[in-house]
């Protein structure tokens, strides 16, 4: 379940979080934790966050590195998710957001480089990791290193 998230990126204490809908922090602990919530919990939650029910039961993907997949990578590949490690928690949907934003604020400071050369220079380094963020989902989908995590397995 993407509650934590959620809660976390409209900069939500859980305590606010409960408060505004109507449910008891613990609640909101345990569902954050991995256990299922009732129907009409989900509902109090979704109508405070403004998205549907089902937007709050959507999957969370993250490497395994105990599967055969991730160890049978190639050294060069397990590089570069690991430095994903160093980012945030390594989730698929993290790498797409990143590498649209590269290719997004990428193609901005090129067109910046018609004025000035330093933003040239900072638009191919953007669009370079734009590049290399979606060969790191890419070879995460081929491979098949992302799994479902604990959390989302509970609902």
């Not at 959620?6 to 979080?17: C, K, T």
């Not at 449910?23 to 405070?48: D, H, M, Y």
């Not at 590949?77 to 698929?92: D, G, V, W, Y």
Request: charged share 15%.
């Amino acid at each position: 379940m993407i509650l934590k998230q959620l809660r976390i990126s409209r900069q939500l204490s859980q305590e606010q979080l409960a408060l505004m809908s109507g449910l008891n922090v613990r609640t909101i602990q345990r569902i954050e934790s991995g256990q299922k919530p009732s129907l009409e919990s989900l509902k109090c939650l979704a109508s405070v966050l403004e998205v549907d029910v089902s937007t709050l039961n959507q999957e969370i993907f993250m490497i395994d590195k105990n599967t055969a997949n991730w160890q049978n990578l190639p050294f060069w590949l397990k590089c570069c998710f690991s430095m994903n490690l160093l980012i945030a928690q390594p989730t698929r949907s993290i790498a797409k957001r990143v590498e649209i934003l590269s290719h997004i604020s990428g193609f901005l400071f090129c067109a910046l480089g018609l004025v000035n050369q330093v933003a040239l220079a900072g638009g191919l380094i953007m669009l370079t990791n734009a590049y290399l963020f979606y060969l790191l989902v890419w070879q995460g989908d081929k491979y098949g290193i992302w799994y479902e995590s604990p959390e989302a397995k509970n609902t």
